[in-house]
């Protein structure tokens, strides 16, 4: 099975603008987390996402916001972007009945 | 609310050495426990997790943990530390009601493994 993709890779944005990260779960998984990574913070969970619905949220700011498609495929936004929120996002995705979330390699975002 | 605390945020053995990293937490629920391993420029390999059952937990790479209720710790051991061990590992908790979703993660460790 091909694992978890996130696209893009790499991104360089400015303070101001939004953007937006993509990740595909592994075939079959139906649940998708985000996770936030920075030196200061750590790993901090974002928001996860079953079946289309948004099952919990961290806590972040309105202006990161996601969303999860039929083919379990996820998206997720952020606007009005701010030097802080330059971070690794990573995606994780599991099926419903396991525990174990396998991991992306991540979206690398910098805001200039 | 659930917490992790990893004990050290850097730690350096020997090639051949015992890798002992500490990892404590706080649930006032039943926890779901992971340690996952991030190399360089890498999303989280999850390295052994616990859920119920036995204690003791063996995972990839001739890594194992033991959970310990009373002492609310979890922490990885491996008997013979190899170079390509030399990563970012990362204790986690979760619990039942979030079935392994929501992870919250200690702040890291790093191991660094001497020739």
């Known amino acids: 099975k091909a694992g978890v993709t996130q696209t893009p890779r790499y991104l360089i944005k400015t303070r101001g603008q939004q953007v937006t990260l993509s990740c595909s779960p592994i075939?079959?998984?139906?649940?998708v987390s985000w996770y936030q990574q920075t030196p200061g913070q750590g790993l901090q969970f974002l928001f996860e996402?079953?079946?289309?619905?948004?099952?919990n949220k961290g806590n972040f700011p309105g202006r990161f916001s996601g969303r999860q498609f039929s083919n379990s495929r996820s998206e997720m936004n952020v606007s009005t972007l701010e030097l802080g929120d330059s971070a690794l996002y990573l995606c994780?995705?599991?099926?419903?009945?396991?525990?174990?979330?396998?991991f992306g390699p991540g979206t690398r975002l910098t805001v200039l | 609310a659930q917490s992790v605390t990893q004990l050290g945020s850097h730690v350096s053995v020997s090639e051949g050495a015992l890798v002992l990293l500490r990892c404590n937490y706080s649930?006032?629920?039943?926890?779901?426990l992971f340690w996952y391993v991030q190399y360089p420029n890498q999303g989280l390999q999850l390295l052994l997790k616990?859920?119920?059952?036995?204690?003791l937990v063996k995972g990839i790479n001739g890594f194992e943990a033991e959970f310990k209720k009373s002492e609310t710790s979890f922490h990885l051991t491996k008997p013979s530390a190899h170079m390509s061990d030399a990563a970012e590992y990362f204790c986690?908790?979760?619990?039942?009601?979030?079935?392994?979703?929501?992870?919250?993660f200690g702040q890291g460790t790093e191991l660094s493994v001497k020739p």
């Open positions: 994780a995705s599991k099926s419903g009945g396991d525990n174990e979330q396998f």
């Open positions: 075939s079959g998984h139906r649940s």
């Open positions: 996402y079953f079946s289309e619905t948004q099952r």
């Open positions: 649930s006032s629920v039943p926890p779901y």
């Open positions: 616990y859920t119920t059952g036995a204690t």
């Open positions: 986690a908790v979760s619990d039942w009601y979030n079935q392994g979703g929501k992870l919250i």
